[in-house]
Nanobody, 117 residues
Framework: QVQLVESGGGLVQPGGSLRLSCAAS????????MGWYRQAPGKERELVAI???????NIADSVKGRFTISRDSAKNTVYLQMNSLKPEDTAVYYCYYYNHIGFTTKWGQGTQVTVSS
């Protein structure tokens, strides 16, 4: 059973920065996609940024140029560096994991990000 441990999040003023991290309890040889989705109140969950073990990434247009996703393969950990945060970035951010061999998906418990003055 894959376990995802999220950290980061919190309250930040507009224009500020936060970093989220998500560590997966999987083999370093796992072929997977990891990243982040978010869900604001009254809205559907949406993709923020994901990265695959082959190095490919997918980043939402709404955060391009402000958010960066990176991966430490040795630690099976992905990071989401969020800069120039806006109030509309306020949401619960969920870590996402997809195993390309077992075709299984796992979600983290979610971490709140609030951008407010």
């Amino acid at each position: 059973q894959v376990q995802l441990v999220e950290s980061g999040g919190g309250l930040v003023q507009p224009g500020g920065s936060l970093r989220l991290s998500c560590a997966a309890s999987v083999s370093r040889f796992s072929i997977n996609t990891m990243g982040w989705y978010r869900q604001a109140p009254g809205k559907e969950r949406e993709l923020v940024a994901i990265t695959t073990t082959d190095g490919s990434t997918n980043i939402a247009d709404s955060v391009k140029g402000r958010f960066t996703i990176s991966r430490d393969s040795a630690k099976n950990t992905v990071y989401l560096q969020m800069n120039s945060l806006k109030p509309e970035d306020t949401a619960v951010y969920y870590c996402y994991y997809y195993n390309h061999i077992g075709f299984t998906t796992k979600w983290g418990q979610g971490t709140q990000v609030t951008v407010s003055s």
